[in-house]
């Protein structure tokens, strides 16, 4: 069996309540939570969430509503221990063993389309010596090469130089700079055993595929918004359709 399993918390600290905020006429977290019902390889959809309003949006598309702990539910806590939590109580709620395959999404990820999760889910099942697959965004103006800290108010490199085959000021020297977006994760049960990956997601494994597409994100900030509506509005949501309504 394969399940999704969607986390997102009241509040917000950068974005206030921005898992509720609206975004062609539909909550933002209303996205993800759709993209995993539509998917034609998940076979149940959980939704982990302290929030009320939240929990109504999973329910109007059918998602099983996971109560999440008021102490994974503060500003200090890690999406990882939230999402180990929500799949420990997947797996209570089903036979042991059953569950195949975990897609694991944020309510502030709405940039996923079913099409790109059934991808990552054929592609573990072509090969059982895969951990997981993620969806990249190429963002290469946020090469590493770029990157600075301020240490003693003045800017340092936080890679030398020499660390990189061509350093210049072209954003494409070093070719394309995936990152993950936090658009969706597809991963295996042996992945909540987080001492088996590696920061900042160790709930991905070692053994990784990447999804690509472009334009992926998690929304922290309002003046992201604006991008995620460009990119619904490129997959085919408008404020009174979805692309799905046609298939």
Not at 127 to 137: G, K, M, R
Not at 156 to 178: I, L
Not at 186 to 209: A, E, N, Q, T
Request: proline residues 6%; negative net charge; contains cysteine.
């Amino acid at each position: 069996m394969v399940v999704a399993l969607i986390i997102g918390r009241a509040g917000s600290s950068g974005f206030k309540n921005k898992n509720l905020k609206q975004i062609l006429g539909r909550p933002l977290s209303a996205y993800p939570i759709l993209s995993a019902t539509k998917s034609k390889l998940v076979d149940k959809v959980y939704l982990s969430t302290d929030s009320s309003e939240i929990a109504a949006i999973g329910k109007e598309y059918n998602a099983e509503i996971i109560e999440r702990p008021d102490f994974l539910a503060t500003r200090k806590a890690l999406s990882q221990d939230a999402f180990r939590h929500g799949y420990k109580e997947i797996v209570s709620r089903n036979h042991p063993g059953q569950v195949e395959m975990v897609v694991l999404l944020f309510c502030n990820g709405a940039t996923i389309q079913p099409g790109i999760i059934d991808k990552g889910i054929r592609l573990l099942k072509e090969d059982e010596d895969l951990d997981s697959a993620v969806t990249v965004s190429p963002y290469n103006m946020w090469s590493p090469l770029r990157a600075h800290r301020i240490e003693k108010g003045y800017l340092k490199p936080f890679f030398e130089n020499t660390a990189f085959e061509h350093a210049d000021c072209d954003r494409d020297s070093q070719g394309d700079v995936y990152f993950p977006d936090c658009s969706a994760f597809v991963v295996r049960p042996r992945c909540f055993d987080f001492s088996y990956g590696v920061p900042p997601f160790p709930w991905i494994g070692k053994k990784v595929l990447p999804l690509v597409q472009w334009g992926g994100l998690d929304v922290d900030y309002e003046w992201q918004m604006p991008q995620v509506e460009f990119w619904l509005k490129e997959h085919g949501f408008t404020e009174t359709t979805t692309p799905y309504e046609s298939k």
